[in-house]
């Protein structure tokens, strides 16, 4: 059965770091596109960062995390991190790792000129169940 569990979220400091971890298992989810993805309440769900797990990991970020979030992998583990720091108390949010396995979210993107795993979730279909991110001031 295809599993994807989230951990390492916590609370913390204006100003702080943390690394959230996305095991994934029952499915190849290393020929994917996967990625992060976070929901405050009364707010939509907002992709933040993306990699196509196949070859060197290409990345992909929201403008509200590009240069402070970094996603990553782990394939001896299966693993997608994604190292959170200098957080700011708007990135307060539930995290949920997502992953595609239709192929779906492997689209082109003309501003940057390649592909990107697309920070849409609607082509997400394995989710997990995701993970608290409290930052206070």
């Known amino acids: 059965q295809a599993r994807l569990v989230e951990s390492g979220g916590g609370s913390v400091q204006v100003g702080g770091s943390l690394r959230l971890s996305c095991a994934a298992s029952?499915?190849?989810?290393?020929?994917?596109?996967m990625g992060w993805f976070r929901q405050s309440p009364g707010e939509k769900r907002e992709g933040i960062a993306t990699?196509?797990?196949?070859?060197?990991?290409?990345?992909y970020y929201s403008t509200s995390v590009k240069g402070r979030f970094t996603i990553s992998q782990d394939n001896a583990k299966d693993t997608v991190y994604l190292q959170m720091n200098n957080l700011k108390p708007e990135d307060t949010a539930t995290y949920y790792c997502?992953?595609?396995?239709?192929?779906?979210?492997?689209?082109?993107?003309?501003?940057?000129?390649?592909?990107?795993?697309?920070?849409?979730?609607?082509?997400?279909?394995?989710w997990g169940q995701g993970t608290q991110v409290t930052v206070s001031s």
């Open positions: 990699i196509y797990r196949p070859g060197g990991g290409s990345t």
């Open positions: 029952g499915y190849p989810f290393n020929t994917s596109c």
């Open positions: 997502a992953a595609d396995s239709r192929g779906g979210s492997w689209v082109y993107d003309g501003r940057e000129g390649r592909f990107v795993c697309a920070l849409g979730d609607d082509g997400y279909n394995y």
